[in-house]
């Protein structure tokens, strides 16, 4: 009987970690999909952007399909072994750097999905090893889980000949981009979950609900990208407008995917790209849907 019990829990939490690693894809695939976006490849052009297009990242996403069910598995194996949290992330690293060769292997150097690695791996592992289909609970403990990696992930930079853009920013502003949102335990995303819930309550299709989420988190982060492109004044700048189209949007049912398209050609013609916001769009759909999966 004890052995039967074993089995069938195992049996649920293979299922569960299947579960979160397809729901982790799909969000992989819904927020390339989610079309306009303004600045940002989507099914109708490639924004900002002269070196991908949407087959540049399905070419990213068929090399991950694998990727995120992984580290649901490896979140639940933590957990069976009692791993402490100090030591989860360096566990769950290996993964993150297999998957990430993959995918700059399909683009052939691009770097589509990266901060997607990290973030939704993260959550998935982090899932896996609380079974849980809480979203603020998940999202607490990759907070537990990312704590000190700022200090630690920044300790050596000025020692460093080649810096990465985000550590290039940190060194001139001291920002510390998705390290600091997911030590933080995703604050933006906490923030844009209402807004999805509200627009799909409003009877939105979950493409133009996540469309008009991305305001959202565009006006709250400090997207690294924009900033690297040009500077925090064009940020503050982005932040407003997507702020103002936001509140219009929400307030006086102004036609949504109009004042996107515009926005999109305002950001195309400046050269913006709030990818990193884009990173943290998949990441709010992925912690709603996990919040109404069903096993």
Partial sequence: MKTAIIQM?????????????????????????????????????SGAHDDMNYFTFMSSASSLCLCFHEFARKGAELAAEKIPVE?????????????????????????????EIFSLGLLSACAGYLAS???SEILDFASKVCAGI????????????????GEKLYMKYGITGIRGEAEAG??????????????????FCMNDALAVTLLKIISINTDTNIISRHNFEVLKRVQIFASAYLELILDYDDDHV???RRLDRKFIEANISPSGSADLLAVT??????????I
């Fill in 285 to 294: 759909y992925f912690m709603h849907a996990i919040e109404n999966l069903e």
């Fill in 150 to 165: 700022c200090e630690r992930d920044f300790a050596d930079i000025a020692s460093k000949k080649i810096l990465t853009k």
């Fill in 87 to 115: 030591k989860f992330l360096a566990e769950i690293r290996p993964i993150g750097v297999k998957f990430e060769r993959l995918m700059f292997a399909a683009t052939h150097g691009v770097n589509t999905h990266k901060g």
């Fill in 133 to 135: 289909r809480s979203s």
């Fill in 9 to 45: 829990t195992d049996s649920i939490t293979k299922k569960f970690d299947f579960e979160i690693g397809r729901l982790a894809f799909e969000a992989l695939l819904y927020e390339v999909s989610v079309t306009p976006k303004p600045g940002l490849v989507d099914r109708e052009n």
């Fill in 186 to 203: 995703y604050p933006c995303v906490r923030e844009a979950l209402p807004v999805l819930r509200k627009l799909l309550a409003r009877n």
């Fill in 258 to 260: 109009a004042m996107l």
